[in-house]
């Protein structure tokens, strides 16, 4: 069991006697700088410009945002009770589902699917799987979506590779930010990302996708078990809160993809070309649905790779505001 895991667990047991805080008038929501996270990037710009799509859904609460680099680390906060809603993707949600023993951890909605690739830089000689053996490819952090995909899709290939990194290919844990860089130095060969990384790799070091992943989930709604218990109304108005914003974003792209441009520049403190957030786009499904069959795939993945034993019934994770978490 790798050390977030082992993180959340230990907060899991110094929480669980805890009752949950049913007073508390804000709602905490979590977030990566992703274009893949295209909801939370235009609500969260529109909480700091006064606008507040969320917060209409539910008056008499204030929303604070909360950002994290990658899935394990969002899940560490709900285990730990700093986070009640979360854009997360399917394997850390999936894992903090299953180490908790179905205890916590809820998925409410779809948001983005596709947006994911393998780049590789010009001139390492990867062209094909067998092109890694002996090779390392960076992944934005061990058990998230992409990690998971990527170790997948070596198993896939007759390709090993360990937690520790070892193996026929060295999987290696690199944050987003640093790809780049990275990449132009010629330290990095390859790695497994998201939008805005994809487009970034591209226009920045020249690099091209060897795999890409068009139907995949890559971004889901997510939420607390215990805050959902204490907070039905609330979460099935913030549900339709995202359902509806999807379809606003749907129906006003350009406006939604400035807004991005800008909240991912707050975020980072570096500009953002609108033209990498359009070229970002053209990559990205978004919907509100939630495909168990793809959850169950990310299931048989993550077992596969080591990151996962036993998993309870994947339809336990699916929250519903009809019949709230057990």
Same mark, same amino acid.
């Given at each position: 069991? #790798?050390?977030?895991?082992?993180? =959340?667990?230990?907060?899991?047991?110094?929480?669980?006697?805890?009752?949950?805080?049913?007073?508390? !008038?804000? &709602?905490?929501?979590?977030?990566?700088?992703?274009?893949?996270?295209?909801?939370?990037?235009?609500?969260?710009?529109?909480?700091?410009?006064?606008?507040?799509?969320?917060?209409? +859904?539910?008056?008499? +609460?204030?929303?604070?945002?909360?950002?994290?680099?990658?899935?394990?680390?969002?899940?560490?906060?709900?285990?730990? !009770?700093?986070?009640?809603?979360?854009?997360?993707?399917?394997?850390? %949600?999936?894992?903090?589902?299953? &180490?908790?023993?179905?205890?916590?951890?809820?998925?409410?909605?779809?948001?983005?699917?596709?947006?994911? %690739?393998?780049?590789?830089?010009?001139?390492?000689?990867? =062209?094909?799987?067998? $092109?890694?053996?002996?090779?390392?490819?960076?992944?934005?952090?061990?058990?998230?979506?992409?990690?998971?995909?990527?170790?997948? #899709?070596?198993?896939?290939?007759?390709?090993?590779?360990?937690?520790?990194?070892?193996?026929?290919?060295? &999987?290696?844990?690199?944050?987003?930010?640093?790809?780049?860089?990275?990449?132009?130095?010629?330290?990095?060969?390859?790695?497994?990302?998201?939008?805005? #990384?994809?487009?970034?790799?591209?226009?920045?070091?020249?690099?091209?996708?060897?795999?890409?992943?068009?139907?995949?989930?890559?971004?889901?709604?997510?939420?607390?078990? =215990? #805050?959902?218990?204490?907070?039905?109304?609330? @979460?099935?108005?913030?549900?339709?809160?995202?359902?509806?914003?999807?379809?606003?974003?749907? $129906?006003?792209?350009?406006? @939604?993809?400035?807004?991005?441009?800008?909240?991912?520049?707050?975020?980072?403190?570096?500009? &953002?070309?609108?033209?990498?957030?359009?070229?970002?786009?053209? !990559?990205?499904?978004?919907?509100?649905?939630? $495909?168990?069959?793809?959850?169950?795939?990310?299931?048989?993945?993550?077992?596969?790779?080591?990151?996962? $034993?036993?998993?309870?019934?994947?339809?336990?994770?699916?929250?519903?505001?009809?019949?709230?978490?057990?």
């Amino acid at each position: 069991m #790798w050390k977030w895991l082992v993180a =959340a667990l230990a907060l899991l047991t110094l929480v669980a006697c805890r009752p949950e805080e049913g007073e508390s !008038r804000v &709602v905490r929501i979590g977030c990566f700088p992703n274009i893949t996270h295209v909801q939370a990037l235009v609500a969260r710009h529109m909480s700091r410009t006064g606008e507040g799509w969320f917060e209409r +859904y539910v008056p008499g +609460y204030a929303v604070e945002w909360q950002t994290y680099n990658a899935g394990p680390s969002a899940a560490e906060a709900v285990f730990g !009770r700093t986070v009640d809603l979360t854009y997360i993707g399917p394997s850390p %949600a999936i894992n903090a589902y299953a &180490v908790s023993a179905g205890r916590e951890m809820r998925l409410l909605a779809g948001a983005v699917n596709g947006g994911s %690739a393998l780049m590789v830089r010009p001139g390492a000689g990867l =062209a094909r799987a067998a $092109d890694f053996r002996g090779r390392s490819i960076a992944t934005p952090q061990l058990g998230n979506t992409q990690d998971v995909s990527c170790r997948a #899709w070596l198993a896939a290939h007759g390709l090993s590779c360990t937690l520790e990194g070892g193996g026929d290919v060295r &999987v290696a844990p690199t944050a987003s930010s640093l790809q780049l860089q990275l990449m132009k130095q010629r330290k990095l060969d390859a790695c497994w990302t998201v939008e805005p #990384w994809v487009s970034l790799l591209e226009a920045g070091a020249g690099a091209k996708a060897l795999v890409q992943e068009p139907g995949v989930v890559t971004t889901v709604l997510a939420g607390r078990a =215990a #805050w959902l218990r204490a907070h039905p109304r609330e @979460a099935a108005a913030l549900l339709r809160a995202h359902r509806e914003l999807t379809q606003w974003i749907l $129906d006003h792209p350009e406006e @939604a993809q400035r807004r991005v441009a800008e909240e991912l520049a707050e975020l980072t403190q570096t500009p &953002v070309d609108p033209a990498l957030v359009a070229s970002a786009w053209k !990559r990205l499904t978004l919907t509100t649905e939630v $495909d168990t069959g793809h959850l169950k795939q990310f299931v048989r993945e993550a077992q596969a790779a080591g990151l996962l $034993d036993r998993v309870p019934p994947i339809e336990g994770l699916l929250w519903s505001s009809l019949s709230p978490t057990p």
